[in-house]
């Protein structure tokens, strides 16, 4: 079965240090991959997406995925933490689902920006 | 602009009592969806709805109750029949044939008293 794994349901940084949030998936094909932001009490805002091509992606607010296949690795990144990136971010993958398509999703990880 | 348009934003139910989950689109999409998120769970799909007059049950339906009757619309009847139905609700949209992304509504916080 698919599934998507996201390691350290809490990261905590410093204001202007790197960010990264892990994200490994497991699917027997190669998957369309996401990563989706959520403010406190808000729906879910699309960061950036790979389908096809370039494995390095990017997306809004400055951040950045890297698709490694041989990995099964999508992790995100930014290369200087700002205070309102204080967030959750969910990693999902779409996957074949009869004539639909289906979005796995991981547990999200909270991420804290520290002044 | 298009979106989803999610109401009430908060809702307070005393138990024993059906309550209502609005749901509007006009981005023209195909397919809707409910999820329910709780602290430390991530999303859990409800129901879905590939086209008006049909849909299908998710991961978690039980105590739930949905409809499809416009392709505009898709509400969300939490029932008494819900054992916990204290939750943030999120409505999502995609087009049919993409890869699968999804476009959210600002979500619904429902408590119950």
């Known amino acids: 079965a698919q599934s998507v794994t996201q390691l350290g349901s809490h990261v905590s940084v410093s204001e202007g240090a790197l960010v990264l949030l892990r994200c490994n998936y497991s699917?027997?094909?190669?998957?369309?991959l996401f990563w989706y932001v959520q403010y406190p009490n808000q729906g879910l805002q699309l960061l950036l997406k790979y389908t096809t091509g370039a494995t390095l992606v990017k997306g809004i607010n400055g951040f950045e995925a890297e698709f490694k296949k041989s990995e099964t690795s999508f992790h995100l990144t930014k290369p200087s933490a700002h205070m309102s990136d204080a967030a959750e971010y969910f990693c999902?993958?779409?996957?074949?689902?009869?004539?639909?398509?289906?979005?796995?999703w991981g547990l999200g990880t909270s991420l804290a920006v520290n002044p | 602009d298009g979106g989803i348009t999610q109401s009430p934003k908060y809702l307070f139910r005393k138990e024993g009592q059906n309550v209502t989950l609005s749901c509007e689109q006009n981005?023209?999409?195909?397919?809707m969806y409910w999820y329910r998120q709780d602290p430390g769970q991530g999303l859990r799909l409800i129901y879905y709805s590939q086209i008006v007059n049909d849909f299908q049950k998710g991961d978690i339906a039980e105590g739930y109750s949905v409809s499809r009757e416009k392709k505009e619309s898709f509400p969300l009847t939490v029932t008494s029949a819900q054992k916990n139905p204290t939750a943030f609700y999120l409505c999502?949209?995609?087009?049919?044939?993409?890869?699968?992304?999804?476009?959210f509504g600002e979500g619904s916080r429902l408590t119950v008293l």
């Open positions: 981005l023209n999409h195909d397919a």
């Open positions: 999502a949209s995609r087009r049919q044939g993409n890869t699968g992304e999804l476009f």
């Open positions: 699917s027997s094909v190669p998957p369309y």
């Open positions: 999902a993958v779409s996957v074949n689902a009869g004539n639909n398509r289906k979005l796995i």
